[in-house]
């Protein structure tokens, strides 16, 4: 399968939806001056609209592609109308959402009072909450493709198409993979794989490119000399795979760094 023009369009929206919503939660969060109990309430105030307000923008927007995807590929129309309060806000977890955004304040007291510094202490809570805030948009897609698939019964499956340049090894991993419906998640926080609702007269199987999935077991066993297709003995999602190399192909790094060739990738010794 290749990315069409509306796969992209689709993409490109729900990534600008992301960054302004992390931006605008990022600033409110460095915006506090003591990140003690008095300003966990006003950070909640300004924070947790925005980031349901970016879940809304995320659920409607994917409601339309699917919409639309469906027309393209069934040839005919099914709307849909998605309950928003089902798919964003606390039912997402099940939680509470001002107690799930206490979680950074606790990140930052539990590292002041294990020695760390202020400097320090704020930055592992300003992680924490990047990774709260990115699991819950995509938690807001995810429900929503459940949700909206279940009413559209030429689609079977579900499988995950990379948009990146780069893309994390389990991500690639779940790229070969084909998912029933009523089974999607996300793959970890900061995923930005676009999930494709497919049509098919059979079953084909959990793996649907065996080639691909092969070859990136090798690169991860070439790079650190293991491999582990149960993702325990190596962290897949902080292997870095470029999906696009102009001269050798595919070629593996890690987490953290871009590089163009090569050269730039240090490995293992």
């Not at 689609?155 to 090894?169: H, I, K, N, P, S």
Request: charged share 30%; hydrophobic share 35%; proline share 4%.
């Amino acid at each position: 399968m290749t990315l069409t023009r509306l796969d992209r369009q689709y993409g490109s929206a729900v990534r600008s939806i992301w960054a302004s919503v992390l931006g605008r939660v990022g600033r409110s969060w460095t915006d506090l001056r003591s990140w003690r109990d008095a300003d966990v309430r006003r950070f909640q105030r300004q924070a947790l609209p925005i980031i349901l307000a970016g879940e809304r923008q995320i659920a409607t927007l994917t409601a339309s592609y699917l919409e639309q995807l469906y027309k393209n590929e069934a040839d005919e129309t099914h709307r849909v109308a998605v309950d928003l309060d089902a798919v964003t806000g606390k039912s997402l977890r099940g939680i509470d959402p001002e107690e799930v955004y206490l979680r950074p304040f606790k990140a930052v007291w539990g590292a002041l009072s294990d020695g760390a510094s202020l400097d320090d202490s704020v930055n592992r809570g300003a992680h924490r909450l990047e990774t709260i805030a990115k699991t819950d948009l995509q938690l807001a897609r995810t429900h929503t493709v459940r949700e909206v698939a279940a009413g559209m019964p030429r689609f079977e499956y579900t499988v995950r198409e990379l948009q990146g340049e780069y893309d994390c090894a389990l991500c690639m991993i779940a790229s070969t993979q084909r998912y029933h419906k009523k089974d999607l998640a996300p793959i970890h926080p900061g995923c930005d794989c676009l999930v494709k609702t497919v049509t098919a007269d059979y079953d084909p199987g959990q793996v649907i490119d065996e080639q691909r999935l092969e070859r990136i077991h090798d690169l991860v066993e070439e790079a650190l000399g293991k491999s582990d297709r149960g993702g325990r003995a190596v962290d897949y999602r902080k292997i870095i795979i470029a999906n696009e190399h102009g001269e050798i192909g595919p070629v593996l790094g890690f987490a953290g760094q871009r590089f163009t060739g090569p050269d730039d990738i240090p490995l293992p010794t």
